[in-house]
């Protein structure tokens, strides 16, 4: 090989091997500003793929065991930012990097209200939403649950109250901060139905006897991985997590871990 070619391919490996620092430290800058994976999550007692649930030992759910191998891949500690709901990691996304509530990622459903608000990579869950009903209730299907004086809930500013605004004409739907006011609300029989996703609410079915989850679906709720608005590096690098934790098991890992083995791993 000629020394001038020689030369010029030391020149590229050497210029290689300075950028690549330079770029995982630019990542890391923009992706964990504070030294720390700073990942949202809401907390409620039904687990799944978008809740998480707080244990003795801290925190467990889907979106746990992702930051945790995020962090792990970026090679820096994880912490979890807790929230109630969706629509406050939603209202979160915006704020300064040392404000209260701040986070650098989250896994949460999408729809174009919150597109606007962040940056979603991959989807990995699509959920059907519906609404379970009241102990001894006489609703049956939607057209019996869409009439003047019935009260649904929805937890507050997510993409199921939405929907639910959207898909009811005559049913009064009210957002509530929390799913545990609300499990408590039909469980007293002071609401007629509550809307969420259908694998919730089946668990939420057997825990209080005498409620039916509906069997149509008014809304596809899908959930994804997202980063605050502008943080493109940051988006480039959990599209990448994601798709390789689709394929090489991670995702499958995390939903056997937190009790969705007989759960399918739906995507777009």
């Known amino acids: 090989m000629p020394s001038s070619l020689q030369s010029a391919l030391a020149g590229l490996l050497l210029a290689a ?34 809740w998480s649930t707080k244990t003795e030992a801290g925190y467990a759910g889907v979106p746990v065991d992702l930051g945790k191998e995020m962090a792990a891949r970026l090679g820096v500690p994880v912490e979890y930012v807790v929230h109630q709901n969706s629509g406050q990691i939603t209202d979160a996304a915006g704020k300064g990097t040392l404000e209260k509530g701040a986070w650098d990622v989250t896994w949460l459903p999408k729809d174009p209200e919150r597109e606007s608000k962040m940056m979603f990579g991959p989807v990995y869950e699509v959920a059907d939403a519906t609404y379970i009903v009241k102990p001894g209730s006489s609703v049956t299907n939607f ?75 008014f809304k ?46 739906r995507t777009e």
Do not use: C
């Not at 800058?29 to 809401?42: F, M, Q, S, Y």
């Not at 499990?183 to 609410?201: H, P, T, V, Y």
């Not at 596809?220 to 394929?247: N, Y």
């Open 143 to 217: 057209a019996s649950l869409d009439q003047p004086g019935i009260k649904v809930a929805a937890v507050n500013a997510t993409t199921t109250m939405r929907g639910a605004i959207a898909h009811l004409k005559n049913a009064e739907v009210t957002g509530y901060q929390t799913y545990d006011e609300i499990f408590s609300l039909l469980k007293s029989g002071e609401i007629d139905a509550f809307a969420l996703s259908r694998d919730q609410l089946n668990k939420m079915a057997q825990k209080i006897p005498g409620t039916k989850v509906l069997d149509e679906t």
């Open 220 to 265: 596809k709720t899908v959930t994804a991985v997202a980063v605050p608005l502008g943080h493109s590096q940051a988006l480039a690098f959990v599209t990448t997590f994601m798709t390789d934790a689709t394929t090489n098991g991670t995702l499958r890992k995390a939903y056997d871990n937190n009790g969705l083995k007989d759960s399918p791993i």
């Open 17 to 50: 091997a300075v950028a690549m620092p330079a770029l995982a430290d630019g990542l890391k800058d923009e992706i964990a500003p504070t030294g720390k994976l700073r990942v949202a999550i809401a907390i409620s007692p039904a687990g799944g793929a978008f």
